[in-house]
């Protein structure tokens, strides 16, 4: 508190008149001058564990907690433990994200319309382009899930139409259709 009063007032005052005044030792004030402008080891290893867990947090994609991460680090040669790995994701507002299983499947019960079943099950074509078919599925890829639309002629059992996109949209199946026609 005083060395904070000393710091306040030391261009209107000398410090050597202030600390004799509030009996405080000179030397004492210059230490906690350099004190104040040093980082002290523990603040150091706080900033080198904290870059390296940011690291390590990053490459898992922010998917791995304390545990994973540490034994990660330490299979790097860092002799992290559980609770300093930890510290230092609460220090940082780091949460790891919960790794959920993709639902691909769209909501059923919309209540719009639904087209009839033309085909009725016969997917047999006595020539070509008389009986078309289509389809969605998705792939998984480094980058997340793509959806692809397909159309195919039920006479030759080729690929005629096609489009992908990462969204299941109307306009998916209309620009597989219209790749269709176009090639038809």
């Not at 150091?44 to 690291?55: E, I, M, P």
């Not at 304390?66 to 299979?75: G, H, K, V, W």
């Not at 949460?95 to 209540?111: I, L, M, N």
């Not at 389809?135 to 899930?145: A, K």
Request: hydrophobic share 40%; charged share 25%; with cysteine.
């Amino acid at each position: 508190m005083k060395y904070v009063f000393i710091e306040k007032h030391q261009a209107e005052f000398s410090i050597k008149a202030m600390c004799r005044v509030l009996r405080v030792a000179r030397s004492g004030w210059y230490t906690w001058c350099q004190r104040r402008t040093r980082i002290s080891t523990r603040q150091q290893f706080r900033q080198h564990c904290d870059s390296v867990v940011l690291a390590a947090f990053t490459r898992s994609k922010q998917r791995y907690g304390a545990p994973r991460l540490t034994d990660e680090l330490r299979a790097q040669g860092y002799p992290f433990n559980v609770k300093t790995v930890a510290a230092s994701l609460r220090r940082q507002g780091l949460r790891a994200k919960a790794s959920r299983k993709f639902s691909p499947v769209s909501y059923r019960a919309h209540g719009l319309p639904v087209s009839e079943n033309l085909l009725e099950q016969d997917f047999y074509a006595s020539g070509p382009n008389q009986k078309w078919a289509g389809d969605i599925t998705y792939l998984r890829t480094d980058e997340g899930w793509l959806y692809l639309a397909v159309v195919i002629d039920l006479w030759s059992r080729a690929v005629i139409g096609w489009s992908m996109s990462p969204r299941m949209t109307a306009q998916l199946a209309c620009d597989a259709l219209q790749m269709a026609l176009w090639r038809r």
